[in-house]
């Protein structure tokens, strides 16, 4: 979606300026905020570029480095990490050949320890873009990730 048309869908007032990111972030391609796209939300809600870049940099949701087109955040909290989170994430290292924070050459995957997904009751559990996996095993996550791969071919 285009920002403009996210900016025209709430009122010019700093306190929509999170919904406005996360909305426009997950509108990209590579989800993230580029310092053009500061530029024009400082411009309409008449807010100076730091305060934006503040904000982006003090929530772990936001980022203003371009990602792949699927953002792998894997739960790394402790009932994740009692219930093998690691074994998920050594499956995810192997299978999509990145570690944490890192950008598959295809930009197709990024992958990112995070945290808590609110689903502890059927870990290790995360999400790829908007959508959460959960009860998850190594071929569970082969899997899913395959599916992916098949759907972009
Ligand atoms: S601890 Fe992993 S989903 Fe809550």
């Given at each position: 979606?285009?920002l ?5 869908k ?12 996360l ?112 009860g ?18």
């Open positions: 979606m285009l403009n048309e996210i900016l025209s709430y009122p010019k007032d700093e306190e929509y300026l999170i919904e406005i990111l909305e426009y972030q997950t509108s990209k391609k590579n989800h993230y905020i580029s310092s053009e796209d500061v530029a024009r939300i400082s411009k309409h809600l008449d807010i100076p570029e730091s305060q934006i870049c503040s904000v982006i940099s003090f929530y772990t949701l936001l980022s203003m480095t371009p990602k792949g087109k699927y953002v792998v955040q894997l739960c790394h909290d402790v009932p994740c990490f009692v219930n093998d989170a690691m074994s998920i994430y050594d499956k995810l290292v192997e299978v999509l050949g990145i570690k944490d924070g890192e950008t598959t050459q295809d930009n197709l995957f990024t992958l990112e320890i995070g945290e808590c997904l609110g689903c502890c009751n059927d870990s290790p559990a995360m999400r790829i873009n908007d959508q959460v996996f959960t998850l095993t190594p071929a569970k996550v082969e899997q899913i990730i395959n599916d992916l791969r098949g759907e972009v071919k």
